[in-house]
């Protein structure tokens, strides 16, 4: 978003681009129970149902209280109810107790969808001010956002079930042929990155600016399940060499030993629990639900293994090196559009990097700071972004639960060190 300005624009693309990101939320909701959207399984998960309000009462909070002539809420309560974390906008029901909601239920829920839709159709019926197509354009987003989250949070609950429910049909299995390790060198120097200026963005994507990088190569593809295996056979999550100390204390205080949703089969080998239920580990597509501390062990195993100077790349790396590429950084890529929802292998025909747009967002050695000269959006949508850039590390690339359309070279995503429920992976780097 920038400084509105007084101008319109027509509101028939951004009518029908409200109406397509609407239905897919509904959709992602659709083979769920009742039950299923109800449950809250952790402190970081919200419930479907939660989240099917909330994206909701972002059109009702910054779009119909603001630019709807004569507004009354849908129901007093949930814009206490529905806020996540706006302090600019009022008090927040605990998020620790969203599970808890069990009134109103799903149908009424939808029918709160339904109403907001319909009042935001009617506002989108004529032209726009330049200032409310950007908070819709942020609202869509947002909702964007969400749309993975409710995916993520969504297997998180399933996973809990001893009986391995299936959110969605499983894809044929076939055997996947592994693609070499190579490193596509860069020669750094003076680079700027951060948006463009042309489209939609966040606040924390601003402003473009230049750094000074040394030459670098990243490896052509992700880490895989494989690979990963190798490092667990090591003794990896047994060896305090290879992690921070915070890491280390991670390890011990959840005695980690796999990542996330890994189970022995009895046989002397591992499954993996995915959104169509539980399958074999396969080696060579990409490991995923990793969080920072064992992305960075990996990385600093693998560099004793190899010999040489591997790590995770930088965020300024990562960006610079997905511009280089052109549009070829999202082609082929693995986005939620493919419906796999999973992490599947690159392509084995193509040169360069592989993987960069899809499959599963990787970290990077980066804390999550603001850009020099940044400023936070204006209002309570400020928060967004701003008030979360402490004790964090970016991620980049998008996943296989990301909408494509979400998705650009100069996305920041975030999440603490500790956090494996979503779908990040790795990608190695090292010094040129």
């Given at each position: 978003?920038?400084?509105?300005?007084?101008?319109?624009?027509?509101a028939s693309?951004?009518?029908?681009?409200?109406?397509?990101?609407?239905?897919?939320?509904?959709?992602?909701?659709?083979?769920?129970?009742?039950?299923?959207c109800?449950v809250?399984?952790m402190?970081?998960?919200?419930?479907?149902?939660?989240?099917?309000?909330?994206?909701?009462?972002?059109?009702?909070?910054?779009?119909?209280?603001?630019?709807?002539?004569?507004?009354?809420?849908?129901?007093?309560?949930?814009?206490?109810?529905?806020?996540?974390?706006?302090?600019?906008?009022?008090?927040?029901?605990?998020?620790?107790?969203?599970?808890?909601?069990?009134?109103?239920?799903?149908?009424?829920?939808?029918?709160?969808?339904?109403?907001?839709?319909?009042?935001?159709?009617?506002?989108?019926?004529?032209?726009?001010?330049?200032?409310?197509?950007?908070?819709?354009?942020?609202?869509?987003?947002?909702?964007?956002?969400?749309?993975?989250?409710?995916?993520?949070?969504?297997?998180?609950?399933?996973?809990?079930?001893?009986?391995?429910?299936?959110?969605?049909?499983?894809?044929?299995?076939?055997?996947?042929?592994?693609?070499?390790?190579?490193?596509?060198?860069?020669?750094?120097?003076?680079?700027?990155?951060g948006?463009?200026?042309?489209?939609?963005?966040?606040?924390?994507?601003?402003?473009?600016?230049?750094?000074?990088?040394?030459?670098?190569?990243?490896?052509?593809?992700?880490?895989t399940?494989?690979?990963?295996?190798?490092?667990?056979?090591?003794?990896?999550?047994?060896?305090?060499?290879?992690?921070?100390?915070a890491?280390?204390?991670?390890?011990?205080?959840?005695?980690?030993?796999a990542?996330?949703?890994?189970?022995?089969?009895?046989?002397?080998?591992?499954?993996?629990?995915?959104?169509?239920?539980?399958?074999?580990?396969?080696?060579?597509?990409?490991v995923?639900h990793?969080?920072?501390?064992?992305?960075?062990?990996?990385?600093?195993w693998?560099?004793?293994?190899?010999?040489?100077?591997?790590?995770?790349?930088?965020?300024?790396?990562w960006?610079h090196?997905?511009?280089?590429?052109?549009?070829?950084?999202?082609?082929?890529?693995?986005?939620?559009?493919?419906?796999a929802?999973?992490?599947?292998?690159?392509?084995?025909?193509?040169?360069?990097?592989?993987?960069?747009?899809?499959?599963?967002?990787?970290?990077?050695?980066?804390?999550?700071?603001?850009?020099?000269g940044?400023?936070?959006?204006?209002?309570?949508?400020?928060?967004?972004?701003?008030?979360?850039?402490?004790?964090?590390?970016?991620l980049?690339?998008?996943?296989?639960?990301?909408?494509?359309s979400?998705?650009?070279?100069?996305?920041?995503?975030?999440?603490?060190?500790?956090?494996?429920?979503?779908?990040s992976?790795?990608?190695?780097?090292?010094?040129?």
């Amino acid at each position: 978003m920038s400084t509105p300005v007084p101008q319109t624009r027509p509101a028939s693309s951004l009518a029908q681009r409200y109406a397509e990101v609407r239905a897919k939320t509904l959709a992602l909701a659709a083979p769920l129970s009742e039950a299923d959207c109800q449950v809250q399984s952790m402190l970081d998960a919200s419930p479907t149902k939660w989240h099917l309000a909330h994206v909701t009462w972002f059109f009702e909070t910054f779009l119909l209280e603001r630019f709807e002539a004569g507004f009354q809420p849908f129901h007093p309560a949930y814009r206490v109810l529905f806020n996540s974390y706006y302090q600019g906008v009022g008090d927040q029901h605990p998020r620790s107790q969203r599970g808890l909601i069990t009134r109103p239920d799903l149908a009424e829920i939808k029918a709160y969808r339904a109403q907001v839709d319909d009042r935001m159709a009617a506002l989108l019926t004529k032209p726009v001010p330049s200032e409310m197509a950007e908070l819709v354009t942020l609202g869509l987003h947002h909702e964007q956002q969400h749309q993975e989250l409710l995916l993520t949070d969504i297997k998180h609950l399933l996973a809990q079930n001893p009986l391995a429910p299936v959110y969605r049909a499983p894809w044929p299995l076939s055997s996947v042929a592994s693609v070499p390790t190579q490193w596509i060198g860069f020669d750094g120097g003076a680079v700027h990155i951060g948006h463009r200026g042309d489209g939609f963005s966040f606040d924390n994507e601003h402003p473009r600016h230049a750094v000074l990088l040394a030459p670098y190569a990243l490896a052509n593809r992700l880490v895989t399940h494989g690979e990963w295996l190798a490092f667990m056979q090591d003794g990896g999550y047994t060896d305090a060499r290879w992690w921070m100390s915070a890491g280390w204390d991670w390890v011990q205080a959840q005695q980690a030993i796999a990542p996330l949703y890994w189970q022995r089969d009895g046989e002397g080998g591992w499954t993996n629990f995915t959104l169509h239920g539980r399958a074999r580990i396969d080696p060579h597509t990409p490991v995923v639900h990793i969080n920072w501390f064992e992305a960075d062990a990996y990385a600093r195993w693998r560099s004793a293994q190899d010999g040489e100077a591997i790590r995770l790349p930088t965020e300024a790396e990562w960006e610079h090196a997905a511009e280089a590429s052109g549009d070829a950084w999202t082609e082929h890529g693995n986005f939620s559009e493919s419906r796999a929802l999973h992490p599947m292998p690159p392509p084995r025909a193509r040169a360069g990097l592989l993987q960069m747009g899809g499959d599963v967002w990787e970290w990077t050695a980066s804390s999550y700071l603001p850009y020099p000269g940044y400023r936070a959006w204006a209002g309570a949508v400020g928060e967004y972004n701003g008030k979360f850039m402490i004790n964090q590390m970016v991620l980049r690339g998008g996943s296989c639960a990301t909408p494509r359309s979400h998705i650009r070279t100069s996305y920041r995503n975030f999440f603490p060190t500790e956090a494996r429920w979503q779908f990040s992976g790795l990608r190695l780097a090292r010094d040129a």
